[in-house]
């Protein structure tokens, strides 16, 4: 029986990807475009990233710890990202 996570891997690196590509938009106002394209191109690899196909793994294979830590990691990205855009709509709009 496959275990069904509350948010999969794949949409964790959408919303790190998206984030971080909105940052991108939201820091060349603030730095300019060389920041603003490292951001884009940093959340256009997440996005990328996002088709790992977790749905097809093994039970045994979602045990591994290495498999864990990705996880860890998914959700530190998502979280990380998403702060990452408030603190430029922040540094934008105040």
Excluded: C
Aim: hydrophobic fraction near 50%.
């Amino acid at each position: 029986m496959n275990k069904k996570y509350l948010v999969p891997i794949e949409t964790l690196h959408l919303i790190a990807g998206f984030s971080l590509v909105i940052s991108g938009g939201l820091v060349y106002f603030i730095e300019g475009l060389e920041m603003a394209l490292s951001w884009s191109i940093f959340g256009a690899m997440y996005i990328s990233m996002s088709d790992i196909g977790e749905e097809e793994m093994s039970e045994d294979k979602r045990q591994q710890t290495s498999h864990i830590i990705r996880r860890i990691f998914g959700y530190s990205g998502a979280i990380f990202s998403v702060i990452l855009v408030l603190f430029y709509l922040n540094k934008l709009f105040l």
